[in-house]
C-alpha cells in the first residue's frame, strides 16, 4: 500500500502514543491540520490494510511491583517449535514469544519467551510451571533474569525524525558473519 502524505503524517505523529485527554483524535487533528473525522478515517484505512492492527499501552510494569522478568530460551526441534511457541504463548504469564534463527556453534536456542513477575520466587513458579505443563524438562534451555533495565519503548517504525549523524568509528575491524546472523 502506498502511503498518503497525511498518512504518514498520522503514522508519525503516533509515534509516541495518543495524547492523553478527552478528545486523543481531535487533539491529533489539530496537530495535523485536519479533522477528527479525517483522523478517524485515516485511522480505519490503515487499518483495513492491516498497516496498523492494532492499538496498545505500554504498562511500566516496575512502576506498578513487577520487579523481576526472565527471559527463558529454548532449544526445540524444528518441527516442534511452532506448537510449543503457540502453547507457551497462551500462557496467562507469558508476555513475549517468539522463534529465532540458532547459530551453529554460538547459539543453540531457537524458542523465546519473557515472563515477568512481582519477584524471583514468582517467576521461578511461573517457569517451573511452563517447563511442566509443555513437557519441556529435557529440552535444553537456560533462564535469563534481568539485572538492569537501560530502556523499555515501544519499536519506533517509519521515516526517521531527523537524520541522526554517527560518529566515525575510531577503530575498523571485520564483524565476523555470526554476529551480523544473529543482530
Same mark, same amino acid.
Request: glycine letters at 6%.
Given at each position: 500500500m502506498e502511503l498518503s502524505n497525511l498518512q504518514h503524517r498520522l503514522i508519525e505523529r503516533l509515534r509516541d502514543g495518543l495524547p492523553l485527554g478527552k478528545h486523543p483524535y481531535a487533539d491529533i487533528a489539530n496537530d495535523? *491540520?485536519?479533522?477528527?473525522? #479525517? @483522523?478517524?478515517?485515516?485511522?480505519?484505512? /490503515?487499518? +483495513?490494510?492491516k498497516v496498523i492492527n492494532r492499538f496498545g499501552m505500554i504498562i511500566r510494569h516496575r512502576a506498578l511491583g513487577y520487579q523481576a522478568?526472565?527471559?527463558?530460551?529454548?532449544?526445540?526441534?524444528?518441527d516442534a517449535a511452532p506448537d510449543i511457541g503457540k502453547a507457551m504463548a497462551a500462557l496467562p504469564y507469558?508476555?513475549?514469544c517468539y522463534r529465532r534463527e540458532r547459530v551453529a556453534g554460538v547459539w543453540p536456542y531457537n524458542l523465546?519467551?519473557?515472563?515477568? *513477575?512481582?519477584?524471583?520466587? #514468582? @517467576?521461578?513458579?511461573q517457569i517451573r510451571? /511452563?517447563? +511442566?505443563?509443555?513437557?519441556?524438562?529435557?529440552?535444553?534451555?537456560k533462564v535469563?533474569?534481568?539485572?538492569?533495565?537501560?530502556?523499555?519503548?515501544?519499536?519506533?517504525?517509519?521515516a526517521p525524525r531527523a537524520s541522526v549523524s554517527l560518529p566515525a568509528p575510531t577503530e575498523t575491524r571485520a564483524i565476523p558473519d555470526e554476529v551480523r546472523e544473529i543482530s
Open positions: 495535523l *491540520g485536519a479533522t477528527e473525522e #479525517t @483522523v478517524i478515517e485515516t485511522l480505519e484505512q /490503515l487499518i +483495513a490494510h522478568n526472565a527471559m527463558c530460551v529454548f532449544d526445540i526441534g524444528d507469558v508476555t513475549l523465546y519467551c519473557m515472563i515477568h *513477575g512481582r519477584d524471583r520466587l #514468582t @517467576v521461578r513458579a510451571h /511452563l517447563f +511442566a505443563r509443555l513437557e519441556l524438562h529435557d529440552a535444553p534451555h535469563l533474569f534481568s539485572k538492569q533495565c537501560f530502556t523499555q519503548r515501544a519499536g519506533k517504525y517509519g
